[in-house]
């Protein structure tokens, strides 16, 4: 019973970790430059360094590619 649990919990983390890999090269490669406009330009050590986040956070950064919109800031100084 553990073991079945166990293993579909490696086998999900596994897809994700997939899913996530496939997702950061296209980022870090094109997307990136549409959600922030000062990584246009930018130098292969920035999406070498952004690339373990974006494959961890793809899900969050998916749905902001697809918007188009910049995220907002919310903080008391603005």
């Known amino acids: 019973m553990y073991e079945r649990v166990a293993t579909l919990l490696v086998d999900a983390l596994y897809l994700y970790w997939i899913a996530g890999s496939f997702f950061a ?15 246009i ?12 986040g974006a494959a961890a956070l793809w899900p969050l950064l998916l749905r902001r590619w697809i918007s188009g919109e910049p995220p907002a800031e919310r903080n008391p100084h603005r």
Do not use: W, Y
């Not at 090269?25 to 990584?39: E, H, K, L, M, P």
């Open 25 to 39: 090269i296209a980022f870090v490669t094109s997307g990136v430059n549409r959600i922030d406009s000062q990584a």
């Open 41 to 52: 330009g930018s130098a292969i050590g920035f999406r070498v360094l952004i690339f373990p």
